[in-house]
DNA sequence: GAAATTAATAGACACTTTGTTGTATAATAG
DNA sequence: CTATTATACAACAAAGTGTCTATTAATTTC
């Protein structure tokens, strides 16, 4: 946000990198306890205090790397929404999202699948809430609604976790499904828990 | 399941309540990364080689809170089978379970819902599974399935995080709603996945 | 292209945590 | 009461943490 020096150094991107590469390389063989400064400089090749140039320690990178990946997330959502050819199904969105978490598997496995790191869990579940209510408040009192009502807030919590939870499993299965087909029933799934939410 | 001393030593009791009640107490001020057994030690007012006499590490602590956590839970379980006057709704052993979570709220709070520690949710959400899995294999294909069919895993996948996650919410906002009221809200949302669930 | 700026390296420091050992003391069970 | 066993206490080496200072290397900027 300085208004001098838009690029960023090249060697902080190379070093961040590094860290982050050698990270998620490490939680794929060693659980997140015994991951220490020390072992990821030493995988990531760059000096121990030059961690701490980029990170206060362990929980703040983990954080810092969270809000990347809400950023690169949102970015996405942005997107779709600018190009708002509003004849896009639904479930548009959802199927980019399954196919930029596809393309970076590696990453979003090992942190939200194989081991749960809780803050990108948190992170990811915050941005679901969002969305789902976004989408249940475009819907308004729905006219079809049907006869049976289930408060707002339980519906959303219902549907939020089901989505992080089932993009937790599809990627903890390798994937068996593509982004396509998963997209179409969550969409399936989560159109019903809408149907009986009440509108208060 | 050794076949001598039936009770286990009162003192080994007190110290592992001591470790667990002074683990919880810490987690609800500090991170998980910052407690060590130094501090767990010092809250339970015992000697830290005492802490190495019951657990490997702290992860190991974890692991085995974790075993206790789903005996528990499984012991309720088995109870509402065994007297299993047929005539309980769907939603009964849902009350009982969520019951229990309230009695013992503040160790599931902290545990599963403010910070998350990952073997507990991933216990509890491996014994939805089965809950999930067994519900459905009991209804077969059933008479009753409406148009759309989603494949049982995916089915399965989104029950199970969905209550789980509705669970974790509810704790984190203290319990708006009754164990009764919750329970009859998740059987309602969940009932409309299963009419959809494929058979196969 | 040279000078100024910034990043990364290297070695060192005090401090905390870890996991283990040996001995002594207290509580429990038979 | 006696043997057993859990806990307390002190001390240890090893490893990790976070910070410092000086030095080298890469990059902007003009």
Chains 1, 2 share one sequence.
Do not use: C
């Amino acid at each position: 946000m300085s208004t001098k020096s838009q690029r960023t150094d090249p060697r902080i991107l190379r070093t961040r990198q590094l860290i982050r590469d050698a990270f998620i390389d490490l939680l794929e063989e060693i659980e997140l306890e015994k991951i220490t400064v020390n072992r990821i400089a030493e995988r990531a090749t760059i000096n121990r205090v030059t961690f701490y140039l980029h990170y206060r320690d362990i929980p703040d990178m983990l954080e810092k790397m969270a809000d990347d990946m809400v950023n690169e997330i949102q970015a996405i959502y942005k997107d779709v929404l600018d190009q708002s050819r509003s004849i896009d199904p639904d479930w548009f969105i959802l199927v980019k999202m399954l196919e930029h978490i596809a393309e970076n598997s590696k990453f979003y496995k090992v942190l939200l699948a194989s081991k749960r790191i809780p803050v990108f869990t948190e992170r990811l579940l915050k941005l679901m809430v969002d969305v789902i209510n976004s989408k249940i408040e475009k819907r308004g009192a729905s006219p079809s609604a049907s006869t049976v009502s289930v408060p707002k807030d339980i519906a959303i919590w219902y549907g939020s976790s089901a989505f992080l939870g089932t993009i937790a499993f599809w990627l903890r299965n390798d994937m068996p499904y593509t982004p396509l087909f998963l997209a179409k029933q969550l969409s399936v799934l989560f159109r019903l828990d809408q149907n009986q939410t009440s509108s208060n």
